[in-house]
Structure formats: structure tokens, C-alpha cells
């Protein structure tokens, strides 16, 4: 092959992902977790006196949900890289939806495939329109020979 032809894109189409809905034990074992113990996040008092409606879950709570979804798409041993734009946050009730779309799929120099893929989080819940809650991308690699995708 040559470099001027695109190889054949070694991702299958995003799969539908739901996550949730979401609870407040999810953001405070989360805190446990990553050691962020911001009250914001669980105390719905603190959160209300901020000027929150209610408390609301980490940021990196969400990027690591679509990380470990980007990983299962991708193949954990591919993906080189991961990006995330904070849109709006993620409530108690809320389900994520993941979603993801092949941009791009080049041949690089050793013979393999390099893929951008875009990446979505929606959130849903009852009374509440969906929205945006984070964006970003990844990048995969896989070997002339097909690679692997776990």
C-alpha cells in the first residue's frame, strides 16, 4: 500500500453505552477513590449554600468513564492518547450516554493504522432535556497485522 491510500479502518462503529443514573454514592466513593473530598460533591447543604442546586459529580468522575469506554472500543493496548473538554456537570439521577465516531484512520510509517476518534458524554434524566456534559477524543494505533483490541 502505498502512503497516499487509506487503509481500511480496524474500529467498528461506536457501540451505545448507557451509564447510571447516577447517585450520590457514586460521587462520594468516587472521592474515595481519587481523594477529593470536596464537599461540594456530597453535602448537599455546602452545595446549596455555593449556589448549586444540589451536589454534583467530579469531572474527572466522568473522563474516566468515557476513558474506560474509549479503552473498550479502542483496545485498551492501542489508545495513545485521550482528551476531555468539561461542558456542563453531571447531577444525581443523571445516565450518561457514550457515544463515539471515527474521524480519521491514516497509514503511519511502520505499516500500521493510526485512528481519531471523537468522543461524546450526554446526560439524561427524567424532566431534564439531554445535554452535553463532556467532549473529547482519542487516538489508537494498531499494527500492520491487525493489532489487537483488548
Not at 450520590?24 to 446549596?48: E, L, M, Q, S
Request: hydrophobic share 35%; aromatic share 8%; charged share 20%.
Amino acid at each position: 500500500m502505498n502512503e497516499r491510500q487509506v487503509p481500511e479502518c480496524p474500529v467498528p462503529p461506536a457501540p451505545a453505552r448507557r451509564v447510571g443514573p447516577l447517585t450520590r454514592t457514586d460521587f462520594v466513593r468516587y472521592a474515595g477513590a481519587g481523594g477529593d473530598f470536596n464537599p461540594i460533591h456530597h453535602d448537599k447543604t455546602f452545595a446549596r449554600a455555593a449556589g448549586y442546586p444540589s451536589v454534583f459529580g467530579h469531572g474527572l468522575l466522568t473522563a474516566g468513564v468515557l476513558g474506560g469506554y474509549a479503552a473498550a472500543w479502542l483496545g485498551r493496548r492501542n489508545l495513545r492518547g485521550l482528551s476531555v473538554r468539561y461542558v456542563d456537570q453531571v447531577w444525581p439521577g443523571d445516565t450518561l450516554v457514550l457515544g463515539g465516531e471515527v474521524l480519521t484512520s491514516e497509514a503511519v510509517a511502520d505499516g500500521g493504522t493510526e485512528v481519531r476518534v471523537a468522543l461524546t458524554v450526554h446526560s439524561e434524566a427524567r424532566g431534564r432535556d439531554p445535554r452535553l456534559v463532556l467532549s473529547g477524543g482519542a487516538t489508537a494505533t494498531y499494527p500492520a497485522s491487525g493489532g489487537e483490541r483488548s
